[in-house]
């Protein structure tokens, strides 16, 4: 392997990651396609590949097709609400959010691999087309089924970066203080709580609906932990939320993502999966 054809892999592999996790839902997973997609690139004929980020994004997006199959089985059978391993930024990636992750798991590994190339990376339709195997018009047809299950996801009103830090801040600040009321009024009717422990640590076994259901779910949470409660490492932007990390009383991080839409909480996310957190040890020291 020479100088050169190292160095051009080693430009495209954050975009080849990102592809891949976007895809996957899991660091661990994105990283292992780009290694293998590394192999592969290691061993092929490199003086007959014209585009180099076009091959290599073929590759990936196969790899990731056929991690798929298996990966869709292993969900079927996961205990309580599955969430994609959490993302921390300083500065929310609005590429792909949260929610819209979620929408993607209900898509067909096709359709899922059209909509992120196409709308999310803004390959033509013929890039994508070379990339998933299929004509150009297929392609686009599948871009829009997935664009019609996506949209209704988006939020309805555009939140600015400040304000959507300061609703996660006062939110930490209700939870910490065990202001059940005031955590109660910065919710929507129809708020959703998502707590993933993967059957590792408590969590909800299902998705929890509705403001009254939330906020007594959250009183019974203060009332277990009171005196226990989780130490905030830092606020963030976790899969492009407005959240926060903290460490609980059992010494295992925790990260909370709220979706906040017309000045209220949509949406609660909360990774408790230790084995979905363990990337972020390292990067958070």
């Known amino acids: 392997m020479n100088y050169g054809a190292t160095a051009t892999f080693d430009a495209l592999r954050p975009k080849l990651t990102r592809i891949a996790y976007r895809m996957l839902g899991s660091i661990a997973d994105a990283e292992d396609m780009v290694q293998d997609a590394w192999l592969r690139w290691?061993?092929?004929?490199?003086?007959?590949?014209?585009?180099?980020?076009?091959?290599?994004?073929?590759?990936?997006?196969?790899?990731?097709?056929?991690?798929?199959?298996?990966a869709q089985?292993?969900?079927?059978?996961?205990?309580g609400p599955w969430l994609p391993e959490p993302m921390i930024e300083a500065?929310?990636?609005?590429?792909?959010?949260?929610?819209?992750?979620?929408?993607?798991?209900?898509?067909?590994?096709?359709?899922?691999?059209?909509?992120?190339?196409?709308?999310?990376?803004?390959?033509?339709?013929?890039?994508v087309a070379a990339a998933l195997g299929r004509d150009p018009a297929a392609c686009r047809q599948l871009a829009s089924r997935a664009r019609e299950h996506v949209r209704a996801e988006k939020p309805r009103f555009r939140v600015e970066r400040?304000?959507?830090m300061e609703i996660a801040k006062a939110f930490?600040?209700?939870s910490d203080g065990g202001d059940i009321g005031q955590l109660s009024a910065m919710l929507a009717s129809d708020v959703h709580l998502y707590s993933d422990g993967g059957g590792k640590r408590p969590a909800a076994s299902r998705v929890l609906r509705g403001r009254d259901e939330v906020r007594r779910t959250l009183a019974a949470i203060d009332r277990l932990v009171r005196g226990r409660?989780?130490?905030?490492?830092?606020?963030?932007?976790?899969?492009?939320?407005?959240?926060?990390?903290?460490?609980?009383?059992?010494?295992v991080l925790q990260t909370?993502?709220?979706?906040?839409?017309?000045?209220?909480?949509?949406?609660?996310?909360?990774?408790?999966?230790?084995?979905?957190?363990?990337?972020?040890?390292?990067?958070?020291?």
Do not use: Q, W
């Open 73 to 79: 089985s292993r969900r079927e059978t996961y205990f």
């Open 162 to 164: 400040a304000h959507g």
């Open 172 to 174: 930490f600040a209700a």
């Open 229 to 251: 409660r989780g130490a905030l490492i830092r606020y963030a932007y976790v899969n492009g939320l407005p959240g926060y990390v903290t460490r609980e009383a059992d010494g």
């Open 91 to 127: 500065e929310p990636v609005e590429d792909v959010t949260l929610p819209l992750m979620l929408a993607l798991e209900r898509l067909s590994p096709l359709e899922r691999a059209a909509f992120l190339l196409h709308d999310v990376f803004g390959e033509s339709f013929d890039e």
């Open 256 to 285: 909370t993502a709220l979706l906040v839409d017309g000045g209220e909480i949509r949406a609660i996310y909360v990774m408790r999966n230790p084995d979905k957190l363990r990337h972020l040890e390292k990067s958070l020291h």
């Open 42 to 70: 290691a061993e092929s004929d490199r003086e007959a590949v014209r585009v180099p980020e076009a091959f290599l994004r073929r590759i990936v997006t196969h790899l990731c097709l056929d991690r798929l199959k298996s």
